[in-house]
C-alpha cells in the first residue's frame, strides 16, 4: 500500500501509513469540526473519553481559574500534595465504595493498569508471600500497551512484536463472551459453573500460592466490543479469589465512570466489589489525560503495616491541573445526574439499535449497558461466521460514517480465538434523543452500503 503523501511528510509518526487522517480544528458539543469546515458528530467520544463533549465551558474555566489561582504542577512524589489533587480522591472515594479507600493519579489507562499490578506484586511481598507474582487474565482482553499491561492482555496481535518481553507468569483463561462460546442448550448458570470451573483450575494448576491476582473488565471494551458478562460470573470469580487469597483487579478504564448506568460497572454484578480498580479514559472527561487506581482499605493496611510506602511513582502522577479538569468533570456529572441519564438514555439507544440495526442482514449481536454500546457483525447470522480479516468489514464502516459526517469507532477484534468485527456506539452523557436517532440513522447508511458486496 502506498504512503499518504499528508503521512510521509508530517513529523508525526502516524498510526497508519496509508490513511490521512482528518484535521480537527475544535470541538462543538457532541461534534468535532473538521478543517474543511465539515461538522462530525462523535458517536464514540473517541475511544470513549469525552463524555461531556468537546467544548463544555465549565470545564475549560475550570481550567483556566486553577492556572491562575493555584500552581499547575507539583511533583506529588514526595513531600508535596495539592488541593486538588486531595479533592479529587475524596469525590471519587467518598462512602468508601465497595471499601476502595485510596487512590493513586496517573497519565493514561495503561500506567494504571502497570500501576495495579505493581501494588498487588507489592502487596503481596508485604504480606510475607512474594513468590505470588502470578497473575490470571482472559483471553481476547486489552489492558494497555506499555509492556507490563500487555503482558495481561489476551490480544495477540498487539503483542506480536514484543513476544520476548511477554511474562511467563501469566495465564489465560475464556472471556465471559456469550454469544459464541455458551454451548447450545447451555443455561447462562451451566455456563457461569463451567468459566469458574476452568478459573479454579488454573489457580490449582498454578498453585494458589503463586498466584496474585486476575484481572478483568466488568464489561469488555474495545477487544470484544461492550460485552457484559452474564449474569453470576463475577459473583462466582469474586468467590474464588476469595477462596484462595486472589486479588481481584477490574479494569474500569473504558467501561467506568457513569456510562454503563452506575458510577463503577461492577456495582451491577451483585458483589462487594474488587481488591484493586483502575479507571481513566471518561475520568478527565477528555480535557487532560488522566487514569487511576483505587485500592481496597486492606491494600493500604498491609502497606501501611508493612514498608510503610508506596514503591511506585511518575513524574506527572497526580498532575494538579488534570486533577482539577476532573473535579469539574465529575462535579457537573454529579449535579446533572448524568449517570442515572446513562442508564435512562441507554435504554432509548437499546431499543433504536435492536429495532434500525438488528433486522439488518450481517448483524449478529447488539450488546452493552447504559451508553456503551456494540454491534457485532457476521457474514451469517446462524452460523455466526465470521468475517474473513481481510475483509477489514467494520474499516469500510468507519469510512463511510466519516463520509456521512459520524464517527465511530469500528474494532476488528484480531485477538485469536475468535474474529470479533465490531464498532461501538458510546456518545457522550449529554447526548439527546434526536442525536441519538440521528447518531442510528447514519450508521444505518454506513452499514448497508458496507453490506452491499457481501450479499
Ligand atoms: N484498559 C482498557 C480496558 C482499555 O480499553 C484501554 C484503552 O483502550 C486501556 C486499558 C489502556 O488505556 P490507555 O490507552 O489510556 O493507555
Redesign the pocket.
Known sequence: MPTDDFVASSHILHRSFTERPSKVIRGDGISLVLEDGRKVIDATCG??VSCLGHSQPEIVEAITNHLKNDIAYVYSGSPYTNAAIEELADMLLAGKPGGLSKAIFVN??????DAALKLAVQYWHEKGQPQRTHFIARKQS?????IG?LCVSGHESRRAFYQDFMSPNVSFVDPCYAYRMKHKGETDEEFVQRLARQFENEILRVGPDRVAGFIA?PV???TLGCLPAVPGYFKAIRDICDRYGVLLIL?????GMGKTGTMHAWEQEGIRGPDIQ?I??ALGGGFV?L?GVLLHQKIFHALSAGSGGLAHGHTFQAHPLACAAAISAQRIIKRDNLVERCKQMGYKLEDLLRAEIGPMPLIGDIRGRGLFWAIEFVLDKELKTPFPAQAKFCDQIVKNSLRLGLNILGNLGHTGTYQVDHVLVCPPYTVTEEELSQIISVLKVAISQASDEYL
Open positions: 475511544p470513549s493514561s489507562g495503561s500506567e494504571a493498569t486489552y489492558h494497555g500497551n506499555t499491561a473488565e469488555s471494551g474495545t479494569d474500569e478504564i473504558i467501561c483502575t481513566g479514559k489525560p487514569s
